[in-house]
């Protein structure tokens, strides 16, 4: 899977998931670090990248405010920051969702630990 991990994104959780296979942008290396959620989404949406990120601001403007409808998001919410159980559950995630995450049409996964929630426009 190709992904745009935003800045705020552990470099263990990038290079684990570039380990296993995807094809991962780091935000600062594509021109976008300390850049605009706006502008990130929007690259990820021209480019056909899933965005993951921690960025709180970012997940609350994804899943509430002016961003939503918008782009493909996987949004992490752990208490603690174990990259081990972080990388396996976005790896099982983008296993078992692959085909809402191709599909047309924006799509917002939250993660926290040991579940997730899948938020789609109506």
Do not use: C
């Amino acid at each position: 899977m190709r992904i745009l991990a935003d800045e705020n994104l552990h470099a263990g959780v990038v290079q684990d998931l570039r380990r296993e296979g995807h094809q991962v942008l780091f935000a600062p290396d594509v021109g976008l670090g300390a850049t605009e959620d706006r502008s990130i989404l929007g690259y990820a949406e021209e480019h056909g990248l899933v965005v993951v990120s921690g960025d709180k601001d970012f997940g609350g403007l994804i899943e509430f405010g002016p961003l939503w409808g918008r782009g493909k998001v996987v949004l992490l919410r752990y208490r603690l920051l174990r990259i081990g159980p972080i990388v396996a559950d976005i790896l099982s995630v983008l296993k078992r969702e692959r085909s809402l995450l191709e599909s047309p049409g924006p799509v917002v996964l939250v993660l926290s630990e040991g579940r997730y929630r899948v938020h789609r426009p109506s």
